[in-house]
């Protein structure tokens, strides 16, 4: 069953700006990471925040996370063109020895320069 | 440099006509998943193997099996594609036992095609 809904579905904004993704999700979790797409390609991870955390800096992202509302935003400053690409949030769950992540549907960002 | 490398790229096949994909990784990962992602959904976890332990998801289809002959390669095999089945494919490495490791390592992915 999934795990992580994220809005928007799409967002589309001028190079320079700022994009912000939010993500829910419905049971507890240890950490909460977000992946980015290109088209085409595989997920690469971006960064990681751990359920006792609230906030977290990675270059020009920021997560947060509010457990208590069970949901997660990434906010991507000074945006430029070459951040064009789909960004995922993903939930841990543990199942039968490893660890499974379970993805939102994504949130599709173009950068228009 | 590690990684994880997945073959073929792009794959067409016949509706019906079964069709492996590979899956290698130079990490040493002792966790392989096999996702599935269709055009604008999320990837869906079809199976992992930690070590030579094969954990199938409960919603996925008897059509799709996979094997880990050793630790660096895995393979999906889908026995009839249907049209259904046309999806991009993902690989993915995790090292359980490691602190800290949480994170996924995936490959480009394999794009199937039905026709």
């Known amino acids: 069953s999934q795990q992580g809904e994220e809005d928007p579905q799409a967002l589309s904004i001028q190079e320079g700006e700022n994009a912000t993704m939010n993500c829910s999700y419905k049971t507890s979790i240890n950490n909460l990471q977000w992946y980015r797409q290109n088209s085409g390609r595989g997920l690469v991870h971006l960064i990681l925040?751990?359920?006792n955390e609230r906030e977290k800096h990675s270059g020009r992202l920021r997560v947060t996370l509010d457990t208590s509302k069970k949901s997660s935003s990434l906010l991507i400053t000074a945006s430029r063109a070459a951040d064009t690409a789909s960004y995922f949030c993903a939930t841990d769950a543990w199942g039968q020895g490893a660890q499974k992540l379970v993805f939102g549907q994504g949130t599709r960002l173009t950068i228009n320069p | 440099d590690a990684m994880v490398i997945q073959n073929p790229r792009y794959q067409v096949t016949q509706f019906g006509k079964p069709v492996t994909l590979s899956c290698s990784q130079t990490?040493?990962?002792?966790?392989m998943y096999w996702y599935q992602q269709k055009s604008s959904q999320a990837p869906k976890l079809l199976f992992h193997?930690?070590?030579?332990?094969?954990?199938n998801e409960a919603d996925t289809p008897d059509n799709f099996q996979s094997r880990r002959p050793n630790t660096s390669f895995c393979f999906l095999d889908i026995r009839s594609p249907g049209l259904g089945d046309a999806a991009m494919y993902l690989c993915?490495?995790?090292?359980?036992?490691?602190?800290?490791?949480?994170?996924?390592?995936f490959g480009a992915g394999s794009r199937l095609t039905v026709l």
């Open positions: 993915a490495t995790f090292y359980r036992g490691r602190p800290g490791a949480n994170v996924l390592t």
């Open positions: 990490l040493n990962h002792n966790v």
């Open positions: 193997y930690y070590d030579k332990d094969f954990n």
């Open positions: 925040i751990r359920s």
